[in-house]
């Protein structure tokens, strides 16, 4: 983008550059420090803190939940 300046990208051109990238950066040391750095393996169940789920606080609200002719509601916790 920087050596050609208001030149449009296009769906062919995006999986060509895609493409050239992924080739450049899919190696077995980046997957290893994926599931690493996730704590999946080796297995880290404390790889994530409170902190790191605060953001979906925002949408914990009653699920409805219909039960016959009346409205049950569930949260989360249940």
């Known amino acids: 983008m920087t050596m050609h300046v208001g030149m449009r990208i296009s769906p062919y051109d995006q999986s060509e550059l895609f493409g050239t990238a992924y080739i450049n ?29 605060a953001a979906s606080q925002i949408t914990d609200e009653e699920l409805p ?3 016959g002719n009346s409205l049950i509601h569930l949260t989360s916790a249940d």
């Open 25 to 53: 950066i899919a190696t077995m040391r980046n997957a290893l420090a994926g599931f690493s750095s996730t704590g999946i393996w080796p297995f880290n169940p404390d790889v994530f803190g409170p902190e790191d789920f």
């Open 65 to 67: 939940c219909h039960s």
